[in-house]
Structures are given as C-alpha cells and as structure tokens.
C-alpha cells in the first residue's frame, strides 16, 4: 500500500467568504505517495480489478490530505459498483468530497449515483423495494421486510445536502401484532426518535406511508438529526455513515496488501486495517490472526473471536477464547488499569458469558477445549511487544505466572470435583445440559 504518515500536514479549512473547503497542503511524502498512485494506475489500465482498488486508494488518499475537488475526478472514473467490495468505501469518500467542496453540480452527482448503488444492494438481503415516496424536500428510498416479518426501512434525500436521513420502524423482541413499534430516525451525527405518532405494527401500509410523508416533512424533527454544516457543505465525515446507509455494511478498507503475492502474510498494521474492513475483510483477518496469532496484539484476538462467532462456529470461537484468555493475563497484570485491564474485563464479560453457557452443556467436550487451548498458547511465539515499560526479565515472569494459573492439571481436578452437581447448577441457571448444539467447523487437527 502507498502510505506516508511522516510530516504534519496544513489542516485547512472553510473559505468564509464562499463556505467551500480550502484544500491542505500536503507533505512531500504524500505528493510523492499520490505520484506513485498515477502510476500504479497506468501500469493496471488493462486491469479492471486492480485498477478499481488504485482508483479507490487514490481517492482516499486525496480525501485524507482535504484535496477534495482531486477526489471527485477520480471518483468519476469509477462507477459505483453495487457488486463490488469498495462500493461503500467509494459512496463514502464520493459523499463527503462534493459535501466539502460545495459544488452543487459534483454534489448533485454523487447523491445519484449513491443512491442508485445504495438501493441495489438493499435488494440482496431480501428486502422489497415500494415505490419511491415524495415528502417535502425529500425523495425516499422505501422497503419493508420480506413476508411474515415486521419491518420498514427509508431513506430520504435531499437537493440540499448530499447525506441522506434514514428512517427504521421495527419491533423490539419477538414481533406480535399488538406490540409497539420503535422509530429511529437516523442523521449523520445524531439518532433520535420522531416526535410524530408512530402507527402500530397492525396499521395499514398506507398509514405508515402517510407517517412517513410526516415525519419527513416534520422541520422540527429533519432539523434535529441533520447537522447544519453538512447543509452547507463540510469537510467532516459521516459519523453514522454505516446506520445511515447499511445497504453497505461494514465499508471495506484499503488495507494494504491488494497487490502482495497470495502466499504473504500481511503485517501487523494490514491486519488490523482488514479487522476495521468490511465483514469479508474482517472474516479474512480472523482467518489470518488465528493462523498465526504471535504476529498481533492479543487484544485483536477477541475481535476474531467475535467474528468467529458470527460466523456459526462456536467451538472455534471457544478455543481461541480460552487462548486468549492466557495470552492476555500478563497484559492485564502489568500494564494500566483503565487500559488492558479494563478491556480484559469488558471482552471477558462480551465473550466469555456466551461461550461458557454454550459449551458448559458438555462439560467433557469443554474441558476438552481448554486442555487443548492452554497446551497450544505454550508452544505459539509470544506477540513481540509488551506493555510500556515493563522489562524482559518481569515480562518472563507474568507469562509464566499466567500459565500456571491455567495449570491443565488443577482444571482437571476442578471439573472432576464438580461433575455431580455441574447438570443441576444448569438447569438451575436455565440452561440446557447435553451434546453442543451447531458447533460449526471442527477443530484443525494441528490446533492443540
């Protein structure tokens, strides 16, 4: 990836006469990075592919350095692709760069073209697409979730501004007729509720159609969650840009080894750029990490685990879990209190409560999970750094007091004292006792 970080840039600004962005003044290295990036992109000109991910970190890179007029001409170049991994990153830098140049023509373009690619990825999910609806000054995307589910989407746009404010009605819990309805009405830096009356879940489409109209042309309530520089035209992203337009997901970074050989491993920084990556990027990272966990931060992991989790396969998450659980004790031990102390206890909590319910069903098959977790964490490298610091020789001394305390012998005593009376503390805490429900992937053979 093309990347320099190392001069302080001219920040820029607002021209107050015209209300338009004043570019920054880029360092030398970024000229010389944005150079480098012309000519990636007339060496993949017979590339689509490639060339697609050149044109993208071309762009936010002009939009990293506030050169936002230059970030509208490559973006023109590239059709917003509804397909396409980038697609959501390309919407986003397209957005911000005309809402901070101010050109109403560049504006008008983009919100176009977004909308179009945002409306088509909406359909992949499943949701139906109504008829757009007209409201005020707004034109609105309109969805409803497919037969049998209660739930309605909306996104309103504006000529005035080129982020739109979304409106959601969905039912909290399990959905039942007489149950209310919870509206969010969702701008760029501010989600609150509408203060129109919000139809309840047995109401007529045409009635929660009419809500809408209601809302949108509510001024009171539009005012509140639109953010009055971005009317005008600003240099500052949108916050919510992901509940704004989640037809995109998780926006997709460039993270750095688009064009590395397929056998490379990507490097600590790359990694965790994939892990702040759309859902693929952040599936690949986990893959990634746990593959080779020594080359991250152990307070990656969780982020990982969680997408293991997401993924279906629970007895992996669990492994990685109990992994973790080690790697991270000396972390904790000697580094700050509100630092990794308080995020071992935060991602103990998240992660941990779920994991040890579902597979303290079978308390064999758990106790196989950390046996084999704690005796792989001895033989992976440790992570090369440390807490700040902290010397070799008391860093030693954490980890193997962290082993110790996840002694294989003491948790096979202490499964064996509770195995009379581990089902019926189960059941006493609702929970189900017998073989592990959707496991997902087993374990690899080389994982122990």
Same mark, same amino acid.
Request: aromatic residues 8%.
């Given at each position: ?10 920040? +820029? ?7 338009? &962005? ?47 007029? +230059? ?48 409306? &088509? ?231 941990? +409560?779920?994991?040890? &319910? ?91």
């Amino acid at each position: 990836m093309v990347e320099a970080r190392d001069e302080p840039d001219n920040q +820029g600004g607002l021209d107050l006469r015209t209300g338009r &962005a004043t570019p920054q003044s880029p360092s030398k290295a970024k000229v010389a990075a944005l150079a480098t990036l012309r000519n990636l992109e007339a060496n993949c000109a017979a590339q689509p592919e490639k060339l697609a991910y050149v044109r993208a970190l071309d762009a936010d890179q002009r939009v990293a350095i506030r050169d936002f007029l +230059g970030a509208i001409e490559v973006l023109k170049q590239t059709p917003l692709d509804p397909e396409s991994p980038l697609v959501g990153l390309n919407s986003r830098n397209w957005l911000q760069s005309s809402s901070a140049a101010g050109v109403a023509a560049d504006m008008a373009k983009a919100r176009d073209a977004v909308r179009a690619a945002h409306v &088509a990825t909406l359909k992949k999910p499943g949701l139906v697409e109504l008829p757009a609806l007209e409201s005020g000054r707004f034109a609105i995307d309109a969805f409803h979730a497919p037969a049998g589910a209660f739930g309605w989407f909306f996104v309103g746009w504006s000529n005035a501004q080129p982020y739109p404010i979304t409106l959601t009605l969905q039912q909290s819990g399990e959905p039942a007729p007489g149950q209310s309805v919870e509206g969010r009405l969702i701008g760029c830096s501010v989600s609150t509720g509408p203060t129109e009356q919000i139809p309840s879940a047995s109401a007529p489409p045409a009635a929660i159609l009419d809500f809408v109209r209601a809302v949108y042309a509510n001024d009171q309530d539009i005012d509140r969650v639109g953010d009055g520089s971005i009317w005008r035209g600003s240099q500052d992203d949108c916050l919510n840009f992901k509940q704004v337009l989640p037809g995109f997901g998780d926006t997709a970074q460039i993270a750095g080894d688009e064009f590395a050989a397929p056998d490379d491993m990507p490097t600590e920084a790359v990694l965790m750029r994939l892990q702040s990556g759309s859902m693929l990027q952040q599936n690949r990272a986990a893959d990634l990490i746990t593959s080779r966990p020594d080359l991250v931060n152990p307070f990656s992991l969780p982020l990982a685990i969680a997408a293991l989790l997401r993924q279906g396969n629970m007895l992996r998450a669990s492994f990685w879990y109990y992994f973790w659980q080690v790697r991270s004790e000396p972390w904790a031990r000697l580094g700050s209190p509100d630092g990794e102390a308080a995020l071992r206890g935060s991602f103990t909590a998240t992660l941990g +409560g779920p994991i040890n &319910a579902w597979l303290g069903s079978d308390p064999h098959a758990m106790l196989e999970v950390m046996k084999r977790a704690y005796s792989y964490e001895r033989k992976v490298p440790l992570y090369s750094g440390r807490p700040n610091g902290v010397g070799a020789g008391a860093w030693q001394n954490a980890v193997a007091a962290a082993r110790a305390h996840y002694d294989l012998a003491a948790i096979e005593a202490s499964f064996a004292r509770m195995k009379d009376k581990w089902a019926a503390e189960r059941v006493q805490n609702h929970l189900p006792n017998g073989p592990l429900l959707n496991p997902g992937k087993p374990l690899p053979d080389g994982w122990r």
